[in-house]
C-alpha cells in the first residue's frame, strides 16, 4: 500500500476543506476536526488500517466539499471511496431528514465506517462541550448531544474503545 496514503488524505482534506471553520466562538480551523477524528480512529486501532484512517481524514469532503466519490476513487482507490460514502448524509435531503436517516442507517454501516461515525461523533460530542457553536442555545447543545447518542448506541460493535469513549465523554458533559 502507499507509503503517502495518509499524507496524501491530510493534504486533500487540508486543501477541500481550505476556508471551512468550526462553529466555535474562535472559528477553529475545520482541518483540526478531521484530524482529531483520524487520530481517534488509529488510536483505537490494535493495528492501524491506513485506508480507515484516510477514510477518517476525508469522512466530510463528500458532504462539504466539490469532492466527487470518483475523484476520491482516483486519489485514494475504492475501498477509501466506499467508507467516504457510507459516512456521507444525502445533502439534496432536508436536514431533519438527513438527521433521522443517520439513527435508521447506522446499524448498516460496516464495521470500518462505524469507527469513523463514532469518531465523529466523540470529536463533535468534545467540541459541543468543551468550545460549543456560538450560536447555539443550550437546548440545541442538548438536543444534538441526545441525537449522537442515538446514532452511536445503533451503530455496529467496532471491537474497539471508541463505544466506550463517546459514552465517557458525554457522561464528561459540564453542563446539567
Ligand atoms: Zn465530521
Request: a neutral charge; proline letters at 6%; aromatic letters at 6%.
Amino acid at each position: 500500500m502507499d507509503d503517502l496514503l495518509l499524507l496524501k488524505a491530510l493534504a486533500f482534506a487540508a486543501e477541500k476543506h481550505r476556508g471551512h471553520r468550526r462553529k466555535d466562538a474562535e472559528a477553529t480551523p475545520y482541518i483540526n476536526h478531521l484530524v482529531t477524528v483520524a487520530l481517534l480512529v488509529a488510536e483505537a486501532c490494535r493495528k492501524v488500517d491506513r485506508e480507515v484512517v484516510a477514510a477518517a481524514l476525508l469522512h466530510d469532503t463528500l458532504e462539504d466539499t466539490d469532492t466527487s466519490p470518483d475523484e476520491l476513487e482516483v486519489v485514494f482507490g475504492p475501498r477509501v471511496r466506499g467508507l467516504v460514502e457510507e459516512v456521507t448524509d444525502d445533502k439534496s435531503l432536508p436536514k431533519d431528514r438527513r438527521k433521522r436517516l443517520q439513527v435508521t442507517h447506522a446499524p448498516l454501516l460496516s464495521r470500518e465506517a462505524s469507527m469513523v461515525k463514532i469518531a465523529d461523533k466523540i470529536s463533535n460530542v468534545r467540541d459541543i462541550l468543551e468550545r460549543p457553536p456560538a450560536r447555539w442555545p443550550e437546548s440545541r447543545r442538548q438536543a444534538y448531544l441526545a441525537w449522537a447518542a442515538e446514532v452511536v448506541a445503533r451503530c455496529p460493535k467496532t471491537g474497539t474503545d471508541l463505544e466506550k469513549l463517546f459514552f465517557e465523554t458525554l457522561k464528561n458533559r459540564s453542563f446539567p
